[in-house]
């Protein structure tokens, strides 16, 4: 298994969750994020000066898939997310060594007396 991270621009996550939706991938965590990358932020001049916003809003979306489909998720988050402009995102691969379901139901050892 693996997760692949993404990090997106804002207005570009309703592209990119129905190219997954469209893909078969449903399950994703999706975290409002904010950094800064290779641009360093971006400078804006107005009539009193120039100021910098070194702190960018982005959308961190994590999705845990099988190998199998990882170049679909990664070809998907690229059609999705992309504008041909700098501050697109990044894309991360890792590998998740295991994955535990939490369920409601109690096991012999966790219930309480």
């Not at 690229?78 to 109690?106: N, Q, Y």
């Given at each position: 298994?693996k997760?692949?991270?993404?990090i ?8 990119v ?16 994020v ?29 999705i845990v ?21 700098p ?27």
């Amino acid at each position: 298994m693996k997760m692949v991270i993404a990090i997106i621009r804002p207005d570009r996550l309703q592209c990119v969750k129905d190219g997954l939706k469209d893909a078969g991938i449903y399950a994703m965590t999706i975290t409002h994020v904010t950094g800064r990358g290779e641009q360093m932020g971006l400078v804006f001049t107005t009539r009193v000066g120039e100021f910098t916003v070194d702190e960018i809003e982005k959308i961190k979306v994590e999705i845990v898939v099988e190998d199998d489909q990882v170049d679909t998720v990664i070809g998907v988050v690229k059609r999705g997310a992309e504008t041909g402009h700098p501050g697109d995102g990044r894309i991360f691969i890792i590998p998740v060594l295991e994955s535990i379901r939490i369920r409601s139901e109690c096991t012999e050892g966790d219930q309480a007396e």
